[in-house]
């Protein structure tokens, strides 16, 4: 993104994330049955679009769950920030949510223009072909250490395209 989008962004953000933390106290404990059997995730295609500064940054992935147990995405750590949000995006606008459902038998798409892992503040900039590490929390699964590979501004992941 370029530095006006940025700033748009960021100005949005700011506005939502606030709304969105109020807004969300419904915790749907929808875990009627199976409430023993783990969630199976696996995390595939995981990327970050080299950052244009240290300000902020995404990163998509794919989060599977091939169990009947849905789970969900409840926060991400990294050693590149120590402000990690997941976003949804909204009328184009980002807005931080608490969590994200990771449905049974199905997936979480991390994708461009829709929900994201976004970085807040970057301790270096990283370049095209490093990698960054992120942890990502679940309400059930154990954590999951993953791999970005950074990639270039216009990179889109194959999976972002079957719609
Ligand atoms: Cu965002």
Redesign the pocket.
Known sequence: MNARTTRT?AAA?SLTAALAISGCSSDSGADADAADAKPELTVSGGYMPEPVNDK?A?AFMVIKNGSKTADKLTGVTSPLSDDL?I?E?KDQK?Q?VRSMDVPANGELKLERGGS?V?FMGLKNTPKVGEKVTVELRFEKSSPIKVELDVKERTYKADNSTAH
């Open positions: 962004l953000l902020m995404g949000q976003h995006t980002m931080q994201h976004m």
